[in-house]
């Protein structure tokens, strides 16, 4: 389902940071793939989770890789449960050119895979050859693990510069909503120090901070 373009906004104008922080506060802490970084392409990439799991082959074919990587919408970003560090994304920059054709918003990959063109990539680094895995497609569009987060068809992917958040549609406005209200906040408390505030009362904010936060940003 595509994303509603208000929400799209929003969360590609936050932080992973301040989503992880909204999401933490109710205790999703499985949003958070670890261990992956930025590879490639863009700084930030937001889109519906397509899901793919990869299993160590043995003598058999598994179901059409190709076949899996055509049916991907325009916008979706391809989550991949590759099998972790050690294992390689078959044909992966193959692969990560035909997502960038497509219209892909990007590529999650919880493995190795070459950067090599545009699309965001996020993977856990280059595998050394000799320790790469090959990898057959055993799945597609189920709920995955990558990376130790939990990822759904059709949640939110959030991913910038320092991180992947995976969000559930259920509560992305609200937790969109308190990502701006935090960075908002964040902001506003740099600017007290660097007016020569104290940090007694701003970390963590009490009330009376709070209160000036809003009546500071409330008037502008």
């Known amino acids: 389902m595509p994303i509603d373009s208000t929400l799209r906004d929003a969360l590609s104008a936050v932080t992973t940071a301040s989503l992880a922080r909204a999401l933490a506060r109710r205790g999703l802490g499985a949003c958070l793939p670890r261990g992956l970084r930025r590879r490639t392409g863009g700084t930030a990439a ?27 919408p325009e916008g979706a970003v391809v989550v991949v449960d590759a099998g972790g560090p050690g294992s390689a994304l078959p044909f992966g ?56 987060a939990a990822v759904h068809p059709g949640d939110i992917v959030v991913g910038d510069g320092h991180g992947l958040m995976i969000v559930p549609p259920g509560i992305a406005e609200a937790v969109a909503f308190e990502a701006v209200e935090q960075q908002r906040l964040d902001l506003w408390l740099l600017r007290a120090v660097e007016n020569g505030g104290s940090l007694q009362g701003l970390l963590p904010p009490d009330d009376a901070a709070l209160a000036r936060f809003r009546a500071e940003t409330d008037a502008r």
């Open 93 to 148: 920059p193959i692969l990560a050119e035909r997502l960038l054709r497509r219209g892909a918003a990007g590529l999650v990959v919880s493995g190795a895979l070459t950067p090599g063109n545009a699309l965001p990539i996020w993977d856990c680094g280059e595998a050394p050859a000799l320790a790469a895995v090959s990898l057959v497609l055993a799945g597609t569009n189920e709920a995955i693990a990558c990376a130790g």
């Open 46 to 72: 937001v889109g519906t989770a397509v899901t793919l799991r990869l299993i160590p082959a043995r003598d058999q074919a598994g179901p059409s890789l190709a076949e899996a990587i055509e049916a991907v």
